[in-house]
């Protein structure tokens, strides 16, 4: 299909119409040990050109659920629920119709370019492989559409760049390639796995605003995953949160930033150096302990052991993933001295109303002064 066709075709479809639906996902992995629930229950949608920002600690579960949609799972990885591209279940496919979809209406950004891509080839033959691989086209079209690609990311001197090899680039310029391999074939999704870990800031403020340009260049929806929530803030319109392997928290992320309804998110933005804080000589106020084994969670909230707001309740019970606090229109809320929250806006937390209530949530987390070596 050409990209013109498939223009055509997007534009027949309701602008808001979710391009990717993830519901009730879990993901297992059996090992000596015991069964590892890397993703528990993980439910989520993204319209075209819209931006879903998934954010947690390492093993919380961000990769996992995104290889799952990619289908790039090992063949141990016990995998439920439904996966909808464009209503239709990815996970029901084919192994031939998994391969057609992958790369070609979704496509994956990797975090480490230089493993990702093949030291042996040229940057532009692979490229060129991409096109190929998916659109019956002569290898001079390919090429030609390979140099497009790299020009569109901003690499100069395309056409000579076509020739070199992946360690001849920059690791900015790499990512770049990534980032054109990834759009080369005009996806509907773009599932971007820590796109910028390696980066210096510099290069990736450049990466980043080469992302959001293709992203508006070719009309994907693109799923972020990150452990930085800085740049969470930077490109995304709406944030999920992950811990334990399960979503805690999501909503759009400027009121998930401003009133988060759980205290992990409150524990990652007060981990999070600020330029306000810098300023007014503030300490960074850490989330101390680690996070739970995902082949033993405990009883009730798994946030419990590291939360300042544990008790009772939260040790006999996991909270559901719901709205909380006062909506606009709900009576009382002017009474309780409570923020209204959105109707999208869900939260993890049996004590959210603590939260909103707090001028500043992040200081239920001691100063990283007071904690103890």
């Known amino acids: 299909m050409s990209p013109a066709q498939k223009d055509g075709q997007r534009a027949e479809r309701p602008a808001d119409e979710p391009v990717l639906q993830v519901e009730d996902l879990t993901v297992a992995f059996p090992t000596e040990d015991g069964v590892v629930r890397a993703v528990r229950g993980m439910s989520y949608s993204v319209a075209p050109r819209e931006v879903l920002g998934i954010v947690g600690e390492s093993g919380s579960g961000k990769s996992v659920s995104s290889m799952a949609v990619m289908g790039l799972l090992p063949r141990s990885a016990q995998v439920t629920g439904r996966i909808l591209f464009r209503g239709e279940d990815v996970l029901r496919m084919s192994g031939r119709q998994q391969r057609g979809l992958r790369g070609r209406r979704v496509s994956m950004i990797f975090q480490d370019p230089m493993t990702a891509m093949n030291p042996v080839y040229t940057v532009g033959d692979q490229l060129a492989e991409a096109v190929r691989s998916h659109s ?8 030609a559409r390979a140099k497009e690609m790299l020009d569109l990311v901003g690499i100069p001197q395309a056409e000579a760049r076509l020739r070199a090899y992946p360690h001849e680039f920059s690791g900015g310029m790499r990512q770049r390639a990534m980032i054109a391999m990834a759009i080369i074939n005009d996806p509907d999704v773009i599932i971007a796995d820590e796109p910028t870990t390696a980066l210096d800031v510099t290069v990736q403020a ?5 992302l959001m340009s293709v992203k508006e260049a070719v009309g994907a929806a693109i799923v972020f995953i990150t452990h930085d929530l800085g740049v969470i803030a930077q490109v995304a319109d709406r944030t999920l949160v992950m811990y ?10 400027a009121e998930v930033f401003r009133k988060p309804l759980m205290p992990y998110t409150a524990g990652l933005l007060g981990s999070t150096p600020s330029a306000e804080g810098t300023r007014a000589g ?3 106020r850490p989330i101390s302990g680690s996070p739970p084994s995902l082949i033993s969670l405990p009883r009730g909230c798994p946030f419990g052991p590291r939360c300042p707001l544990v008790r009772d309740d939260c040790r006999a019970s996991e ?6 606090g006062p909506a606009a229109g709900a009576g009382g809320a002017a009474g309780r001295n409570l923020p209204l929250v959105s109707p999208d806006h869900l939260g993890a937390c049996h004590h959210s109303d603590e939260l909103l209530a707090a001028d500043d949530p992040t200081r239920f987390f001691r100063a990283e002064s007071e904690v103890t070596p």
């Open 244 to 253: 334990a392997g399960k979503p805690v928290e999501v909503g759009g992320t």
């Open 206 to 210: 450049q990466v980043l605003d080469t």
């Open 282 to 284: 503030e300490r960074l």
């Open 319 to 324: 909270p559901q993933l719901v709205h909380r």
């Open 136 to 143: 019956a086209v002569p290898p001079k079209a390919a090429m």
